[in-house]
């Protein structure tokens, strides 16, 4: 934020001190005297000229917030289904995410969209063991968009696109292939695409895990989360 010039400033009593514009938070702006006293006041004890310049200068000077967020995860099961066909059993169940984001900046804070990216294995693929590339790691990438303010340590819960987790038992061969959760990376982003927040779950497959180091979600993967 760019201090202003020293100028005079007449409030209604017909006052005239000599200051210059510092920062504003909410509807007050603080104030520098040529003496160097700083003073937060409500523009509006000023002229009208006096008002409309402040009120320009904090347009052209948006407040700067100091971001902290305390980020969260736990695993929901969203629905399930479960048979047995004799030789085996077979569970194909969703899961998601949910995602407690909680504001920890003394303001509130809005405008901003919370990216994520789900990874989970495939080692089963429906009803059957997966194979060859089918194995590999999958990942699923969605967002959601804060648009109205979340207050100061209150928490905003997002619920992931869910993942299919199919788990089959081969009874009398002792062969079990489960998918499994295997972590979450979160990325918080301005109005202008800027990060200003960055987390990696817990689990131990994300230890070294990054947003920069990870693949991008195929094209049409993308999707808006569950706001609760």
């Avoid at 967020?69 to 929901?76: L, R």
């Avoid at 059993?89 to 994520?116: A, C, E």
């Avoid at 590999?136 to 299919?164: C, R, W, Y």
Wanted: aromatic share 10%; with cysteine; net charge neutral.
């Amino acid at each position: 934020m760019v201090n202003a010039e020293i100028r005079p400033f007449t409030n209604d009593n017909g006052t005239v001190i000599e200051a210059e514009l510092v920062s504003h938070k909410g509807d007050k702006v603080k104030l520098k005297r040529s003496d160097g006293k700083e003073f937060e006041v409500n523009p509006s004890i000023f002229s009208v000229e006096d008002e409309a310049y402040i009120k320009n200068w904090m347009v052209m000077n948006p407040a700067k917030t100091n971001y902290n967020f305390k980020v969260a995860t736990s695993k929901k099961k969203m629905e399930g289904n479960s048979v047995n066909v004799g030789y085996k059993r077979v569970t194909n169940d969703l899961w998601s995410y949910v995602i407690s984001v909680t504001n920890n900046s003394q303001d509130p804070v809005s405008n901003l969209t919370v990216k994520y990216r789900v990874f989970h294995s495939n080692s089963a693929d429906g009803s059957y063991s997966a194979s060859g590339e089918q194995t590999s790691l999958k990942m699923l990438e969605g967002f959601s968009s804060l648009d109205t303010n979340l207050a100061f340590n209150h928490t905003l819960e997002i619920i992931t696109t869910p993942v299919q987790i199919d788990i089959v038992d081969y009874d009398g061969y002792g062969d079990r292939y489960k998918d499994q959760l295997k972590g979450c990376l979160v990325r918080i982003v301005d109005q202008t695409d800027n990060v200003i927040f960055d987390w990696v779950s817990p689990e131990v497959w994300m230890k070294e895990k990054s947003w920069l180091n990870t693949n991008p979600a195929k094209r049409g993967e993308s999707k808006p989360a569950v706001i609760r």
